[in-house]
């Protein structure tokens, strides 16, 4: 029995602890459990909630739709909840990828404005490396280009990168890989109309794929871009002068 307070023995005991145990020793345990049930709860939320189904009932009519968690810490039992826990897994996973959020990038300057010349990344660059150079191309008089001058036309745009999972398979070119890779197999005369899948099924696929999207966001960064928002800029002696500033 708890020397100080008796009437907490059945406490004392769920938690394992003797009658020697101070009462703040068992404070500290309630207060462990909420703590790891509070992170518990938290993993919950963040990676195991799905969109919920509408309600039947007519009082629910037009009220918003909650989320489910696909879990049940309260009402299983450790087998049960170790089971759900796994076949929720591929759904963490998929919860677990952050939203596109495309790198941040800048202005690009190109002498002509045409494709593959926008090798720029200041209008300081570009006039420090073009400001009154000439070209005399081969020597002929007709190869003759007039270098860029105060008063010429350069052009501005702004970098554009794709986002990397889009380069990745996506849902059709599996099911159309395992479809082909199915019909080349020794058993392929007998391969027609595999896989079948259903809407289910499909639905797993997409969230197995995303962590690989998010795989080639972290890590295939695309050093290409395209141009937009492309606008002539007519250099000014302000231009000439700040470009030669050290």
Not at 49 to 63: F, I, K, N, T, Y
Not at 196 to 223: V, Y
Request: charged share 25%.
């Amino acid at each position: 029995m708890p020397k100080h307070q008796p009437e907490l023995a059945r406490i004392y005991n769920a938690f394992g602890l003797s009658s020697n145990h101070e009462l703040s020793t068992l404070l500290a345990n309630i207060e462990n459990i909420k703590r790891f049930s509070g992170l518990l709860h938290a993993v919950e939320r963040e990676f195991f909630m799905v969109p919920g189904e509408p309600s039947s009932e007519p009082e629910d009519e037009g009220a918003p739709i909650d989320d489910e968690c696909l879990v049940n810490s309260w009402g299983s039992t450790q087998v049960e909840y170790l089971k759900q826990f796994r076949a929720a897994l591929p759904v963490a996973a998929a919860n677990s990828v952050p939203a596109y959020e495309a790198p941040v990038t800048g202005e690009k300057w190109s002498l002509d404005g045409e494709n593959g010349s926008w090798d720029y990344d200041s209008l300081d660059d570009l006039l420090k490396d073009n400001y009154g150079h000439d070209s005399d191309g081969d020597g002929h008089p007709a190869s003759f280009r007039l270098g860029l001058y105060e008063g010429g036309t350069v052009y501005r745009g702004i970098e554009c990168k794709d986002d990397p999972a889009d380069f990745v398979p996506d849902q059709d070119y599996v099911i159309e890989h395992m479809a082909e890779r199915a019909c080349d197999s020794d058993a392929g005369e007998w391969a027609d109309n595999y896989p079948t899948l259903n809407a289910e099924a499909k639905a797993d696929l997409d969230i197995a794929l995303a962590p690989l999207r998010a795989w080639a966001r972290k890590h295939c960064q695309p050093d290409f871009f395209t141009i937009k928002d492309i606008t002539p800029h007519i250099v000014t002696a302000e231009d000439v002068r700040q470009s030669r500033q050290p």
